[in-house]
């Protein structure tokens, strides 16, 4: 693999903040265009809280709900959840609040169906996914971020989904792969 820019970071401490300075940093130190940038991590949570940063700043296009359209979905099951609420929530306790409606499960599994077959690579928009979403997919810049839970598989399925530049935001503890990464980047 020929990349212009492929580099490794470990985001651990703060790792929402760390990798959404480090993504905006290389996007206008490269000059990036947001139409060739992809955010991908292995599981919703991961993918939502950094999409959510860059929401505030500029449009994101997502194959998947956001906290707000969780948030109107989850009113229906809960009145008192709001966006924040939702926000402040650990991927753990907010997995067994989905978990306590079915019918929510049900309703955003339907939703991401309908957000997957409405995706475009060429919205011109950064894009956030998860792994298995994009597979089949390419991007000129990948940016992955690596949890300790990624196999082999879906770090080899992440790196090739980068055409140009690929860079790796690695907020995990103890994954083998850090040392590999990081002594051949």
């Not at 060739?36 to 500029?58: G, P, Q, W």
């Not at 894009?127 to 300790?148: C, N, P, Q, R, W």
């Not at 994954?175 to 002594?183: A, E, H, K, L």
Request: charged fraction near 30%.
């Amino acid at each position: 693999m020929n990349f212009e820019l492929l580099k490794y970071h470990q985001v651990k401490q703060n790792w929402e903040n760390e990798a959404f300075e480090l993504i905006q940093t290389y996007v206008r130190e490269q000059n990036l265009h947001p139409n060739d940038v992809v955010i991908l991590a292995s599981n919703v949570y991961l993918t939502r809280r950094l999409a959510d940063k860059f929401n505030v700043i500029e449009n994101t296009h997502c194959m998947f709900e956001t906290y707000d359209e969780l948030a109107l979905l989850s009113r229906m099951y809960d009145s008192k959840i709001d966006a924040d609420k939702l926000k402040s929530m650990s991927e753990i306790d907010l997995n067994i609040f989905i978990k306590k409606y079915p019918k929510l499960k049900q309703d955003l599994d339907r939703a991401r169906r309908m957000k997957k077959s409405h995706f475009y690579a060429n919205s011109g928009l950064i894009k956030a996914s998860t792994i298995h979403s994009f597979k089949g997919l390419e991007s000129k810049t990948v940016f992955y971020l690596m949890d300790e839970k990624d196999t082999p598989e879906l770090i080899y399925t992440s790196i090739t989904r980068a055409t140009e530049n690929l860079v790796i935001l690695d907020k995990s503890d103890t994954s083998q792969y850090s040392d590999f990464f990081s002594s051949v980047m």
